[in-house]
């Protein structure tokens, strides 16, 4: 095996992941001109697959040079406008972003906030929609990559529905590794950034908007917005262009990525997500390492787990890396050195995650 991808599957952080192959074989690509028919073709074979990988038929996916934070500014611009009323879902240090992003852009943000490692329930969300009043958008971190927990994505936004709210979804640890259903869930906007399940490297913002988002989009003129204007985006996206100058070695390596994905089968991804991580939770429990997550939101993208009794987890991180050179996660926020985290989405397979347990073992 190449020795970078060998290296890559000692990369065990929740993001940056390691590189699918094909997404390395595609990087040294030279430059082709941006409105020419090479990139136009990237792009429109891009559209049908990143639709499948969000479950919508409808829906358009938009892609942006930017990180996964920039969704939830322009998720914001083209929905709502200043003094909106919004609920955000706070299960961790990620919700916690989105709700003072939207407070930072004027948006009057009621937080619902739960115990780290337990998720929102579709009750309390209601409670809180009905508190704060004429509620515009609800924001959920779909799998809260601060705690390793996956929110009970149907029933949430089924409650925001039913309150006539937009849905807005932080789907950067989750989106190509759980299935999301935007059109049988009702979501409207759901981001993610191309570092994660995507196999990619950092550097692209991934939105796929329903119909309803779009139509929103095209008369709310709540900011002013440019680069993040999602009409425009849509509109050059339709004739599979860029507006400006795209990131045209990221969108190479999208449709790598996503040939990938389709070659394996989308079902087939979300199930070996779910395979592997049932197998690396139950490899920690063999070891005896505590998962911080509450078991019926275990993630299947991401573990945070406990570093041994009266051991940081910069420290447990440490130990394992010098004795194995298997590279894993601190925690971030209040549990900064309570918890170590691990991933398991994107390019995975089953040997790492072993290597993983023995490092976590040998480390112990
Ligand atoms: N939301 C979640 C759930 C994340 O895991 C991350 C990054 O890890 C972000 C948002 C922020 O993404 P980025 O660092 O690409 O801006």
């Known amino acids: ?54 479950g919508t038929e409808k829906g358009r996916v938009l892609l942006w040079a930017g990180t996964g934070t920039s969704g939830f500014e322009a998720s914001i611009v083209n929905l709502l406008a200043p003094g909106d009323h919004v609920v ?17 852009l004027g948006l009057n943000v009621k937080r619902v906030d739960v115990e780290w490692g337990d998720a929102v329930t579709p009750d309390q969300l209601k409670a809180a929609i009905a508190d704060h009043g004429d509620v515009k958008a609800v924001m959920i971190t779909h799998n809260e990559t601060s705690t390793g927990v996956t929110q009970p994505l149907a029933e949430l936004a089924a409650v925001a529905r039913d309150a006539g709210a937009l849905v807005i979804v932080d789907a950067v640890s989750s989106a190509g590794a759980l299935p999301i259903n935007m059109d049988a869930n009702g979501i409207d906007w759901v981001l993610s950034g191309a570092q994660k399940a995507w196999m990619c490297p950092p550097g692209l913002m991934i939105s796929a908007l329903s ?47 996503l040939q990938a994905l389709d070659a394996e089968g989308i079902d087939a991804v979300f199930e070996r997500h779910r395979t592997l991580a049932a197998h690396f939770r139950d490899g920690l429990n063999k070891i005896g390492v505590k998962i911080l997550a509450k078991p019926e939101y275990f993630s299947d993208s ?16 440490d130990k394992v890396r010098a004795n194995s050179g298997v590279e894993i996660a601190v925690g971030q926020g209040k549990l900064a050195d309570t918890v170590n985290r691990i991933g398991h989405m994107g390019w995975v397979q089953q040997p790492e995650l072993d290597a993983t347990l023995e490092a976590l073992a040998g480390a112990l």
């Open 1 to 54: 095996m190449d020795s970078r991808l060998e290296q890559g599957r000692w990369l065990r952080i929740p993001g940056p992941t390691p590189l699918h192959p094909d997404v390395v074989a595609v990087l040294p690509h030279e430059m082709v001109p941006h409105r020419g028919p090479e990139v136009q073709e990237t792009m429109a074979r891009i559209q049908p697959i990143a639709r499948k990988v969000h």
């Open 88 to 104: 955000v879902t706070v299960p961790g240090d990620f919700g916690s972003r989105f709700a003072s992003t939207a407070e930072q």
């Open 211 to 257: 119909e309803r988002a779009l139509e929103v989009a095209k008369t709310q003129k709540g900011y002013p917005r440019v680069i993040w204007d999602a009409v425009a985006m849509a509109e050059a996206s339709e004739q599979n262009f860029h507006p400006n100058t795209g990131p045209l070695t990221a969108l190479f390596a999208l449709d790598a990525a």
């Open 302 to 317: 991401v573990t945070a787990l406990l570093p041994p009794e009266g051991v940081g987890a910069a420290a447990f991180r």
